[in-house]
T-cell receptor, first 114, second 108 residues
Framework: SAVISQKPSRDICQRGTSLTIQCQVD?????MFWYRQQPGQSLTLIAT?????????ESGFVIDKFPISRPNLTFSTLTVSNMSPEDSSIYLC???????????FGPGTRLTVT | GQSLEQPSEVTAVEGAIVQINCTYQ??????LSWYQQHDGGAPTFLSY????GLEETGRFSSFLSRSDSYGYLLLQELQMKDSASYFC?????????FGPGTRLSVLP
């Protein structure tokens, strides 16, 4: 298993600004993921962040809007850039362990854009 | 692409057994996982099936039939704390695709 922390836990931001979300893991992991989840909805994968390489983005998500850093095997950041109210959501980071089929999630960052 | 289907809601009474089904379509299959998420909480891993058959973990069991592209999560001896959303998720290579989720309500 893995213990994951995220900062901030929540934030209220103004339209047009950017927010960087931090994800810290208590052990070294290769695979880290960033998801978005609207309340009451499923999880949508934004990108996969592997250390030492560029993040891989899913369809509908681009690097200019959601730049990701993965400087080492225990840490990653996701930036939500030039925010609009449509970006209001819960953002979750996760890691894959146990043969890469078990995912462990951070507590999430609840973002509200006004 | 990949897609998964689950019932949107299931209701059962305390002490009962409930089955949450998941059907999927995918071009490459590596395994089917199940996650539980309480309101306001993060998803937590419950079980994983890569091969056909039943995996049992305490009160929870998960079943997979790859030929039918079908799996289910079985919850026994339901407790009030089992009220939550349950997601099946496909592992497709290095990525994971989540189903729409099933909201389970356990009644006293």
């Amino acid at each position: 298993s893995a213990v994951i922390s995220q900062k901030p836990s929540r934030d209220i931001c103004q339209r047009g600004t950017s927010l960087t979300i931090q994800c810290q893991v208590d052990s070294q992991v290769t695979m880290m993921f960033w998801y978005r989840q609207q309340p009451g909805q499923s999880l949508t994968l934004i990108a996969t962040a592997n250390q030492g390489s560029e993040a891989t983005y899913e369809s509908g998500f681009v690097i200019d809007k959601f730049p990701i850093s993965r400087p080492n095997l225990t840490f990653s950041t996701l930036t939500v850039s030039n925010m609009s109210p449509e970006d209001s959501s819960i953002y979750l980071c996760s890691v894959a362990t146990g043969g890469n089929y078990e995912q462990y999630f951070g507590p999430g960052t609840r973002l509200t854009v006004t | 692409g990949q897609s998964l289907e689950q019932p949107s809601e299931v209701t059962a009474v305390e002490g009962a057994i409930v089955q949450i089904n998941c059907t999927y379509q995918t071009s490459g299959f590596y395994g089917l996982s199940w996650y539980q998420q309480h309101d306001g909480g993060a998803p937590t891993f419950l079980s994983y099936n890569a091969l056909d058959g039943l995996e049992e973990t305490g009160r929870f069991s998960s079943f997979l039939s790859r030929s039918d592209s079908y799996g289910y999560l079985l919850l026994q001896e339901l407790q009030m704390k089992d009220s939550a959303s349950y997601f099946c998720a496909l592992r497709d290579g290095q990525n994971f695709v989540f189903g729409p989720g099933t909201r389970l309500s356990v009644l006293p």
